[in-house]
Every structure is written in C-alpha cells, then in structure tokens.
C-alpha cells in the first residue's frame, strides 16, 4: 500500500472508534519497534524535503507544542536534528539522522502491515474502493484543518 493511502486510511479513520481502536493498535505496533505514531509521522514529513518545524506540524496535524515535544524527544535519541533555516534563522529545519531512517525503514513496516491487517477484514472487494473513497474525502472535503476555539482532545493510548 503507497504511503499517502496509509496517510488517508490513518487521517480519515481519526476519531471515529475504529479510528480510535486503529490507532492503538498501531501504536502498540510501533512500541515494538521504538518508534510512536506521531514519531513516525514527523520523521517521515521531515524525509520529504527541507520543512520547518511549524510546516510538518501543520502537516501532519500537530499543534506547535506538541510539536516542540516530539521534536526534542527525536534529537534526544539521536533520530533528527534541527539547523537553522537559511531563509529565516528563527524558525528550525529538521533532518532525519541515518538513526532515524534505520527507525523509519522499520516503522514503515509496522505501519504498512498494520494496515494491512487491519483492511484484511473486509471483504476482498470492499478494500479499495473503502480506501478510495477514503482518500477522495482526505484529499478533498477534510484536506484543510479546520480551526476551532476548542478542538475535540485527542486520547493517549495509556
């Protein structure tokens, strides 16, 4: 499954109980491997190409905090780093490490038979047409992030 499917099946499936349920498993997964879901997220945003701190978050869905967190966690263990950004020396591009690729290569796996896992239990014929569909609303009606004084809170898997 191409990684921007495995981002709309994750993305679509948020909040909802299957989402809910999909995400702890996955980050269950994931332990396993020593990464977490938004780590996995961020290192692979990060792979893309040369983005700022606030640019991943706003891309994957994390507010700046959040984002500040997970970042200094990455740097801890050796996985990114952060260098000033040429165009404008406040804000921070983040590398991934060749430690964090190692991570990566890793999690991609987890991740992918994850979803693979999880799809296997519809029926053959209702797989892609659920992750079309999946994707069509991801990319169109629910690509931007809607602002909003109080978002719903996100559950930790704890």
């Excluded at 984002?67 to 591009?93: F, N, W, Y």
Aim: with cysteine; glycine share 6%.
């Amino acid at each position: 499954m191409e990684q921007s499917t495995e981002n709309a099946v994750q993305r679509a499936l948020g909040e909802s109980r299957a989402g809910t349920d999909m995400a702890t498993e996955m980050t269950a997964n994931l332990a396993e491997v020593g990464a977490t879901p938004r780590a996995h997220c961020v290192l692979h945003r990060a792979l893309e190409g040369e983005f700022t701190q606030s640019q991943i978050a706003d891309s994957v869905g994390l507010d700046k905090t959040t984002m500040v967190v997970i970042t200094d966690k990455l740097e801890k263990e050796g996985l990114a780093v952060r260098t000033s950004s040429p165009v404008d020396r406040r804000a921070r591009i983040i590398s991934v490490t060749d430690k964090g690729r190692a991570l990566l290569a890793r999690s991609d796996e987890v991740v992918s038979s994850t979803h693979e896992s999880v799809l296997s239990a519809l029926p053959e014929g209702l797989r892609e047409p659920f992750v079309e569909a999946l994707t069509l609303l991801v990319e169109g009606r629910l690509a931007k992030f809607v602002e909003c004084e109080q978002p719903p809170r996100r559950r930790s898997a704890s």
